[in-house]
T-cell receptor, first 113, second 114 residues
């Protein structure tokens, strides 16, 4: 069975600085999708960025980028120029081609003004 | 375009009771997934509905059941409520089953069982 591990329960970063959230996963599949979701206090789960496993190029969405290491089964999220609105729970998630999403336990990110 | 909506927002029930949670999917979406998110945890997959049929189920007992209607809205029913059922229940809709389709989440229903 697939598993997703986020080893950092909480992290803090100074506003305008860069922070990296870690995620590792375990799977025997070769084709899958990886996601980072943001859940602010409003509870609405918002997709931040996604990566298709067959793509070698790391995904980027404005200030958010990933470091996808398929062999190491690692999928970290880098947030550049951190803003107060980035404060939230961040969940790393795995999805098979036609299957459910498996979430990690999350990392709470604090932005220090 | 209307997003995913869920009702009610909050709910308090007593152990042993039954509850029904509702989810309206985003326009054009035929797939709905339900997740349970306990406090301080990541969401856990309950089940998924595709065109009114259950298509995949997580590790939840049969007292968790669901329905999807012809307009693709969905219900989650939980019978014989237990204290551990207290959680945020999220639904998500998507255009189809394929993993590449983005799942759009609703704001959730907070269920408290006393």
């Amino acid at each position: 069975a697939q598993t997703v591990t986020q080893s950092q329960p909480e992290m803090s970063v100074q506003e305008a600085e860069t922070v990296t959230l870690s995620c590792t996963y375990d799977t025997s599949e070769s084709d899958y999708y990886l996601f980072w979701y943001k859940q602010p206090p409003s509870r609405q789960m918002i997709l931040v960025i996604r990566q298709e496993a067959y793509k070698q190029q790391n995904a980027t969405e404005n200030r958010f980028s990933v470091n996808f290491q398929k062999a190491a089964k690692s999928f970290s999220l880098k947030i550049s120029d951190s803003q107060l609105g980035d404060a939230a729970m961040y969940f790393c998630a795995y999805r098979s081609v036609n299957d459910k999403i498996i979430f990690g336990k999350g990392t709470r990110l604090h932005i220090l003004p | 375009e209307t997003g995913v909506t869920q009702s009610p927002t909050h709910l308090i029930k007593t152990r042993g009771q039954q509850v029904t949670l509702r989810c309206s999917s985003q326009s054009g979406h035929n797939t709905v997934s339900w997740y349970q998110q306990a406090l301080g945890q990541g969401p856990q997959f309950i089940f998924q509905y595709y065109r009114e049929e259950e298509n995949g189920r997580g590790n939840f007992p049969p007292r968790f059941s669901g329905l999807q209607f012809p307009n693709y809205s969905s219900e989650l029913n939980v019978n014989a409520l237990e204290l551990d059922d207290s959680a945020l229940y999220l639904c998500a809709s998507s255009l189809g089953l394929a993993g590449g389709y983005e799942q759009y989440f609703g704001p959730g229903t907070r269920l408290t069982v006393t």
